[in-house]
């Protein structure tokens, strides 16, 4: 089987990516779900004209030349909490006392701040001019009835949840989280609470992976460790395909011991590639047994990691019914010259930062399939082209923003 190409390879996984189910919640368990349905306002924000700012509602007429030196006298003829509303029409001459969010009492026009006013027992000194309309909140501005606020695809935010509950919605329809299956696969890999002898490792990948799947808003089913038998391997899978998607890391390069594809096919597996040509993660293994997506990532931690974020993010992504699988791409200048030999997509751990609004980016320090902790240090990819031997300092390059 070929080695394809990393566009290509992400088209083939995501047209057999079908999307899940939806399901309604509460607005208080909608954080991080995909919207599936668009949210409509059914009032406008604010339902009346208000004011912005605690102060006096007056007519802006009355005061236009009103001047520290020159005030201008108003009787003061009612208050008005936010909450409620005036009991009276302004008349000139007029004003009343009005808090913020307080509606604008009829025949107002405008709201004096309440710095730029003396009180002087049942009257204030207007030492200031008001436009019309100054410090008015209109009804409506916010949020008009009728008007789409959230339009669905979009994975859920504090900011949409306080949107949502400004239109007053209790529940909302989301996209069905799948399930993940995480299986670890190497006879030299450990559990956190056993103790490492000599060439033994402790299973990074298969916890790292299932922060990933929970980064992306599905739920991962951890399974462990298969050990480097057939038997072994397919019995875990039995249980993985119980879940909606399956991810191994491990076991599909070319080793005597990569069981994996020769595992999966026994039981059923079309087999879509198992080469990329990308650095890190270049054996990468996608196929289904009957609708069930199954990854099969490599056993090198950045290897393991890059993938996932290059496919199954997407993958999990499309599921749940998002409109936008992959992380934000940005143009940001590099701070060094790079290097590398042509022929395969890199991903470089890297640095990237922002100062009003121009990125620049530096490599997370060495790069290589086995040391995660550039990856750990770095906050985005930098996507290093197919046929480049060399970028330089100073050039725009393409970085995928490591946002979670």
Same mark, same amino acid.
Not at 205 to 214: D, E, P, S, T, V
């Given at each position: ?13 995501? =047209? ?6 939806? /399901? ?14 668009? @949210? ?28 520290? /030196? =020159? ?44 710095? %730029?006013? %003396?009180? *002087?027992?049942?009257? $204030? ?24 606020? $959230? ?9 949409? @949840? ?52 929970? =980064?992306?808003?599905? &739920? ?22 119980? =879940? %909606? ?10 080793? %005597? ?15 879509? !590639? ?20 199954? !990854? ?11 993938? !996932? ?37 890199? !991903?470089?751990?890297? @640095?990237?930062?922002? *100062? ?26 930098? @996507? ?19 946002? &979670?």
């Amino acid at each position: 089987m070929n080695t394809i190409q990393v566009q290509e390879a992400r088209d083939q996984i995501l =047209s057999k990516i079908k999307v899940k189910g939806v /399901e309604k919640v509460s607005l208080d368990q909608a954080l991080g779900r995909v919207l599936a349905e668009d @949210i409509i306002s059914r009032v406008n924000n604010p339902p009346l004209d208000n004011s912005a700012m605690d102060g006096y509602a007056l007519i802006a007429e009355d005061i236009a030349a009103a001047t520290p /030196e =020159s005030p201008v006298k108003l009787e003061v003829v009612e208050e008005i909490a936010a909450g409620y509303s005036a009991k009276g029409t302004l008349k000139p001459g007029q004003a009343m006392r009005i808090m913020t969010g307080a509606p604008i009492p009829a025949g107002a026009n405008a709201v004096l701040m309440q710095e %730029d006013t %003396d009180k *002087d027992e049942n009257f $204030i000194l207007a030492n200031d001019r008001a436009d019309v309309e100054e410090n008015i909140r209109k009804a409506g501005e916010d949020v008009q009835k009728g008007e789409t606020v $959230i339009k669905k695809g979009v994975a859920l935010s504090p900011a949409h @949840i306080g949107m949502m509950a400004v239109v007053g919605r209790s529940q909302v329809a989301v996209g069905q989280r799948p399930t993940v299956a995480i299986l670890s696969t190497g006879d030299e890999i450990l559990e956190l609470d056993q103790k490492p002898e000599g060439p033994q490792i402790y299973n990074s990948n298969g916890h790292m992976l299932a922060a990933q799947i929970r =980064s992306a808003g599905a &739920i991962p089913v951890y399974l462990g460790i298969a050990k480097d038998t057939e038997k072994d391997l397919m019995e875990k899978f039995e249980w993985a395909l119980k =879940s %909606d998607v399956v991810v191994s890391s491990g076991g599909v390069s070319v080793g %005597d011991y990569d069981l994996v594809k020769a595992s999966l096919q026994k039981m059923g597996q079309e087999m879509l !590639f198992w080469k990329v040509a990308m650095k890190p993660g270049k054996p990468l293994a996608f196929g289904r047994i009957g609708d069930t997506p199954i !990854f099969g990532l490599p056993g090198n931690p950045v290897s393991s990691f890059v993938s !996932f974020e290059q496919f199954v993010r997407p993958s999990l992504k499309k599921i749940m019914g998002c409109s936008n699988l992959m992380h934000q791409t940005v143009q940001a200048k590099l701070t060094q010259t790079i290097h590398k030999k042509p022929g395969r997509l890199h !991903f470089l751990s890297a @640095i990237v930062s922002s *100062d009003n609004g121009e990125y620049t980016v530096t490599p997370a320090g060495e790069q290589g399939s086995g040391i995660l902790k550039s990856a750990a240090n770095a906050n985005g990819l930098l @996507i290093f082209p197919l046929e480049e031997a060399e970028l330089k300092e100073g050039a725009q390059v393409a970085v995928q923003l490591l946002d &979670i």
